[in-house]
């Protein structure tokens, strides 16, 4: 079982800066591709970036050039570090993975760390 455990979220002013972080555990874990995700009160839930095994990934438009996603496949886990934040960015961010199996990919996700800019 794959379990993905979020952290570094908080509160910040517009115009900072944090670091999220996701670590997997789990036997033999290797995912074709990990994510963060956010969903803010009265919205559904968004991409906000993808890491796709390869090394390319992917961004929302309203994130590009702010925001970057990593991963530390060594420690199973995935990073999201996000600068110059804005009111807009405030959300529950989720980490997600897609992990083969024998039945197909599986998909998993984080319980979810909330991240509030203020101005």
């Known amino acids: 079982q794959v379990q993905l455990v979020e952290s570094g979220g908080g509160l910040v002013q517009a115009g900072g800066s944090l670091r999220l972080s996701c670590a997997a555990s789990?036997?033999?874990?290797?995912?074709?591709?990990m994510a963060w995700y956010r969903q803010a009160p009265g919205k559904e839930r968004e991409l906000v970036a993808a890491s796709i095994s390869g090394g390319n990934s992917n961004y929302a438009d309203a994130v590009k050039g702010r925001f970057t996603i990593s991963r530390d496949n060594a420690k199973n886990t995935v990073y999201l570090q996000m600068n110059s934040l804005k009111p807009g960015d405030t959300a529950v961010y989720y980490c997600?993975?897609?992990?083969?199996?024998?039945?197909?990919?599986?998909?998993?996700w984080g319980q979810g760390t909330q991240v509030t800019v203020y101005s």
């Open positions: 789990g036997s033999h874990f290797s995912p074709s591709a």
């Open positions: 997600n993975a897609w992990v083969p199996s024998v039945v197909g990919p599986r998909e998993y």
